[in-house]
């Protein structure tokens, strides 16, 4: 028998996702594709209006955010396409679906932001030794149309956040108004003191507003790609609930991982006495993951003492 096997004692659909499996529960509502077209157009309009009156004015911080919201435009497409491809249905050759694309979407969109924010960076340096003239009211101007284009595209996110990449757009974007309102703010010091070094600090302090907010994700896309455990849960936590059941003597071959940005799996092997009813203990288990940690995609092996002194899966080394 495969180590990986499930008993005779309860079988594949004792994990039961009852109603919840995989692609049963839609993560991304399909009202949200007019969130994502409006918020795209909406950006794009201000990418364009960023780089023709940035080269006008003279302004390094109107272009840098110009190149921030292009990296917002990048990320609402790709976030759109990965929503897309989350709602596809399994196939033969991927029996998980597409889930994994939001993966591959942010890890994209982080590496394409940091490297934006290097060029930026590089050019206001340069900006500060030999700084130029700057058409502040221009700047302002259409530094408040990125505030309302900002603004605008994160309430259109605002109700989902039950739905961990549609909560990070709203975040996202609402966060982008908050950079725009720096550089207003600072074409008006420009207006108020003629202090043409604000202009390439604005700048700055928008990289750094950039890679403090990229760096998280970067970090938490590579987690997932590595089939790390997401975030917000605690393996600590999972084991202990897991070890806490009634009858159960020892949890082994635990692994949680991301089958997206929004949901996760769990694998484990319980140990439990050598009578018992191992189909309600599942029952029971996979209700309780998904309520306490959100794991609605949950995998339970259960092995009786016998049994597991033999399991090849028993080490924790093992994987």
Request: with cysteine.
């Amino acid at each position: 028998m495969s180590a990986h096997s499930h008993g005779d004692d309860h079988d594949h659909d004792g994990h039961g996702h009852n109603g919840h499996g995989h692609h049963g529960h839609d993560h991304t509502p399909k009202s949200f594709g007019t969130a994502f077209a409006v918020g795209t157009a909406l950006n794009l309009g201000l990418v364009i209006a960023q780089v023709i009156y940035g080269l006008a004015a003279n302004s390094v911080a109107l272009l840098a955010d110009a190149a921030h919201n292009f990296g917002d435009v990048l990320a609402l497409l790709l976030a759109w396409g990965a929503a897309w491809l989350g709602r596809q249905s399994p196939s033969a050759r991927r029996t998980y679906g597409w889930g994994r694309s939001s993966i591959l979407a942010a890890l994209i969109n982080a590496v394409v932001l940091l490297v934006s924010a290097g060029a930026i960076a590089v050019e206001a340096l340069y900006r500060l030794q030999e700084p130029g003239p700057v058409g502040g009211m221009t700047v302002i101007a259409v530094g408040v149309a990125g505030i309302a284009v900002n603004g605008i595209t994160a309430y259109l996110f605002s109700r989902g956040h039950d739905d961990l990449n549609i909560r990070a757009a709203f975040l996202h974007m609402a966060y982008d108004a908050a950079v725009s309102l720096g550089v207003v703010l600072a074409a008006g010091g420009i207006l108020l003191t003629g202090w043409l070094w604000l202009d390439p600090l604005a700048s700055l302090v928008i990289v750094a507003v950039i890679i403090l907010g990229t760096w998280g994700t970067l970090r938490d896309a590579v987690n997932l790609a590595m089939d790390g455990v997401p975030p917000r849960v605690a393996h600590r936590d999972v084991q202990a609930y897991l070890q806490g059941l009634p009858d159960v003597i020892e949890v082994h071959d635990l692994h949680i991982w991301g089958l997206s940005t929004s949901q996760i799996a769990l694998t484990a092997h319980l140990v439990r006495a050598e009578t018992g009813d191992d189909q309600a203990m599942i029952q029971a288990a996979v209700q309780g993951l998904k309520q306490k940690f959100a794991i609605d995609h949950a995998t339970l092996q259960v092995e009786t003492v016998s049994s597991a002194e033999i399991c090849a899966l028993r080490p924790a080394h093992v994987v």
